[in-house]
């Protein structure tokens, strides 16, 4: 895990969610349900649905925080690509930012951090779906090496409109026979033993 950064005026770190920070995910992530169709979600989840969220998703995948002078301003996880026991070594990528720290580099920092974990983790491809348009997400997976490959047309329907959603890939660790992925509760657990 990312240390503490001082730079001075503010304090900021790259650390694992816990369920303690599901009411500042949800003040991040709402405004991507209410106002916009960043996300197909149609009603924000409570804060103790994503409490559990962020718990389902730990044992097996990063689930991290950007935290600022104690304020978390932004946060990334991976997901399962699709449930089918083959396609575990494809990994789904989320990344949002609160609307007062954007264009300063934080999902490029929490996505950084989040490939490097997955990428330790034995994953081997790496995904993201972007609805469209959206040019400041399309900007940042692109920036982290994602490429486009596919849309889906028409997939989503929300605010009286069908929208498209593109499809962008990332390898991860190149496994031509692959070894099983390391769940992300052993990495912390390694991690933490050497602190």
Do not use: C
Request: hydrophobic content about 40%.
């Amino acid at each position: 895990m990312s240390t503490g950064l001082d730079t001075g005026a503010a304090t900021r770190r790259i650390r694992p969610a816990t369920k303690h920070d599901a009411a500042a995910v949800q003040a991040i992530y709402a405004p991507s349900i209410t106002d916009s169709v960043v996300s197909f979600e149609e009603t924000v989840p409570s804060v103790a649905e994503l409490a559990e969220r962020i718990e389902s998703i730990m044992p097996m995948f990063p689930y991290l925080v950007w935290e600022e002078n104690d304020r978390v301003l932004g946060y990334a996880y991976g997901s399962a690509h699709r449930t089918r026991a083959s396609y575990r070594w494809s990994v789904d990528l989320s990344a949002y930012v609160d609307q007062s720290a954007r264009r300063r580099g934080i999902g490029r920092a929490l996505y950084t951090e989040l490939i490097e974990i997955l990428t330790r983790q034995r994953f081997h491809m790496a995904y993201a779906g972007i609805t469209l348009p959206n040019p400041a997400s399309i900007a940042l997976h692109e920036a982290v090496g994602f490429v486009y490959f596919a849309s889906y047309t028409e997939v989503g329907y929300k605010f009286g409109r069908w929208h498209d959603v593109g499809w962008w890939q990332r390898p991860l660790a190149a496994n031509s026979a692959p070894l099983e992925p390391i769940p992300y509760a052993d990495i912390l657990a390694a991690s933490n033993s050497r602190a």
